[in-house]
């Protein structure tokens, strides 16, 4: 479905695309031990600018090391090859790339250790919105989010994704967009796919990341650009009810960007429409993105 690149970069060589395959018997189609990043390169002035790359690359080091996973490439060695790879295939539009970490072949053997066989890939691909429409309607998902007590979130691995796609197909199923996850204490930790920010009165709040959900380079990247446009950023317990109190609530998030939530479990959020706030910090992170604001040029790797 995501077919669009010539090649893959597949431990340290260019295979093509068709030819980029693993056996049957892979250890993480199994059991999931994988850990990944979702990155995006923005078209803009005749050049592609990779946000945060050394940032993602420098979390697939941190969620391998919680698994124990040896990642042979350093995260300057996967940024050259990002580059590499976004210049073999010609790519001047807008892209996603999915870098992943593996266990290849270690039998059914779960102790999986540094000495294990790990093999990482590269996949860069044309990509546009995420998420349709001018906002979205949520609901809280029946499931709660994992917690650092089993699979810990803070970990980018890919059997965390389960808990994610419960989620997707419950609210999909129910006519929503997308899904808001409570922790197991019963405070929102995040959506399925991002990360969620509330305004009351002009200031904004997040739940701390270090509860139950990914520490998000969107977030990370939303927060400071709150914060220099004189806004006060607060991280504190999110409980359920303010969802259906907020002025304005927002997701943050790679693929879906910034994107405003409009309803949540069919109560309307502030006026129904994108709010000024989460305007202003969409509107801000669309120029960032492109290389429209100077302050935040050294996020952004030219490709060509
Ligand atoms: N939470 C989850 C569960 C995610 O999958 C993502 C997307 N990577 C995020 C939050 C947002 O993280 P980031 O801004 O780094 O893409």
């Known amino acids: 479905k995501e077919k669009g690149a010539e090649f893959i970069w597949f431990d340290g060589k260019f295979v093509k695309w068709e030819d980029a395959k693993v056996p049957v018997f892979t250890h993480a189609l199994h059991y999931g031990t994988a850990v990944f990043e979702g990155i995006r390169g923005y078209s803009s002035k005749d050049n592609v600018f990779v946000f945060r790359l050394k940032e993602h690359m420098e979390r697939l080091?941190?969620?391998?090391?919680?698994?124990?996973?040896?990642?042979?490439?350093?995260?300057?060695?996967?940024?050259?090859?990002?580059v590499e790879l976004l210049k073999k295939n010609k790519m001047r539009e807008s892209v996603y790339i999915r870098p992943l970490t593996f266990v290849?072949?270690?039998?059914?053997?779960?102790?999986?250790?540094?000495?294990?066989?790990?093999?990482?890939?590269?996949v860069a691909f044309p990509f546009a919105k995420y998420f349709k429409g001018d906002g979205l309607k949520a609901r809280v998902s029946s499931w709660r989010r994992i917690s650092d007590q089993t699979t810990p979130?803070?970990?980018?691995?890919?059997?965390?994704?389960?808990?994610?796609?419960?989620?997707?197909?419950?609210?999909?199923?129910d006519g929503y967009?997308?899904?808001?996850?409570?922790?197991?204490?019963?405070?929102?930790?995040?959506?399925?796919?991002?990360?969620?920010?509330?305004?009351?009165?002009?200031?904004?709040?997040?739940?701390?990341?270090?509860d139950?959900?990914?520490?998000?380079?969107?977030?990370?990247?939303?927060?400071t650009?709150?914060?220099g446009m004189g806004y006060t950023v607060t991280e504190?317990?999110?409980?359920?009810?303010?969802?259906?109190?907020?002025?304005?609530?927002?997701?943050?998030?790679?693929?879906?960007?910034?994107?405003?939530?409009?309803?949540?479990?069919?109560?309307?959020?502030g006026t129904g429409k994108e709010g000024p706030v989460s305007k202003s910090i969409r509107q801000t992170y669309e120029k960032v993105v492109t290389g429209g604001v100077k302050e935040y040029t050294d996020w952004l790797t030219p490709v060509w």
């Open 104 to 122: 290849g072949m270690h039998g059914i053997d779960l102790n999986v250790t540094k000495d294990s066989p790990t093999h990482t890939i590269i």
């Open 212 to 223: 139950s959900a990914l520490e998000g380079i969107t977030r990370e990247s939303a927060i």
């Open 153 to 173: 979130p803070l970990a980018k691995a890919a059997g965390n994704y389960l808990n994610s796609v419960l989620a997707t197909q419950e609210c999909r199923r």
């Open 61 to 82: 080091h941190r969620s391998a090391n919680v698994y124990s996973l040896t990642v042979k490439h350093s995260a300057k060695e996967l940024s050259d090859a990002t």
């Open 236 to 269: 504190r317990p999110i409980p359920r009810a303010e969802l259906y109190m907020a002025d304005e609530i927002f997701l943050t998030g790679t693929a879906a960007e910034i994107v405003p939530v409009t309803s949540v479990d069919g109560h309307t959020i």
């Open 177 to 210: 967009d997308e899904s808001i996850l409570l922790d197991v204490a019963g405070n929102v930790s995040e959506a399925s796919g991002e990360n969620i920010f509330l305004v009351r009165n002009g200031n904004i709040y997040t739940p701390y990341f270090a």
């Open 225 to 227: 650009m709150a914060r």
